[in-house]
């Protein structure tokens, strides 16, 4: 099993950024794929999770209109599109999967996911 992010740099606030999750290993369809971040000093925190098979989605109230999760299911691949990027978005983003899906209440749970990526940097200047 390994899920592989990249896209991670550097970008001036109010950019954009897309970042990807490449999976494999594992049946991509029977998991859900969530996003994480950690910034410096704070504790990991859920963005938002994407449904493989039917790619329903679901995010939290920061992100909200910023921030959207698509995948492709030829590619096994998740991406996270973040746009109007502020300082406070900075910070190491990893891809997780967890089998069977995600759902509103706990999508956001880190220990509720089987795999993890490295991750991959962000940051954003003012």
């Known amino acids: 099993v390994q899920l592989v992010e990249s896209g991670g740099g550097l970008v001036q606030a109010g950019g954009s950024l897309t970042l990807s999750c490449a999976a494999s290993?594992?049946?991509?369809?029977?998991?859900?794929i969530g996003w994480f971040r950690q910034a410096p000093g704070k504790e990991r925190e859920g963005i938002g999770c994407i449904n493989t098979r039917d790619e329903s989605t679901f995010s939290v109230d920061a992100v909200k209109g910023r921030f959207a999760i698509t995948s492709d299911k030829q590619k096994n691949t998740v991406y996270l599109r973040m746009n109007d990027l502020i300082s406070a978005d900075t910070g190491v983003y990893f891809c997780a999967a967890v089998r069977w899906g995600c759902g509103y209440v706990d999508f956001h749970v880190s220990r509720l996911y089987d795999y993890w990526g490295q991750g991959t940097q962000v940051t954003v200047s003012s």
């Open positions: 290993g594992f049946p991509f369809d029977e998991f859900a």
